[in-house]
């Protein structure tokens, strides 16, 4: 379930190498990193949620709520993308969560629009 635009981000060594770079942003629910992908091609997305978020439904939720928000977010290509849920991010709503998203992304300039 990616959007039309992205790919996801599988390789455990690449996701580690976005998460060690310096380019990121936190917000309460969520924090993006990014970094300019090795290979061209439509941006690559990876979600992940530590056991902090809360149980294993929590984390899921979670999850899915970033994803679908990431799904809302278009791209910059050549991009790769780590979401980081937090603690928050499963208790609230899909449009904070994609309102957050989005204003994180846009402040590292990696969007190249914002779908409504």
Sequence with gaps: ????GADRLRDGRDIAAVLRGRRSRAGHLAVVHVRDADVPGPARIAVVASKRVG?????????????????????TPGTDVVLVARGGCAASSLGPVHA?????????????????
Excluded: Q
Aim: aromatic share 2%; proline share 2%.
């Design 55 to 75: 149980n294993a439904v929590s984390r899921n939720r979670a999850k899915r709520l970033l994803r679908e928000a990431s799904m809302r977010v278009d791209w």
């Design 1 to 4: 379930m990616t959007s039309p």
């Design 100 to 116: 957050e998203v989005a204003a994180l992304a846009d402040r590292l300039g990696v969007v190249t629009a914002v779908a409504a």
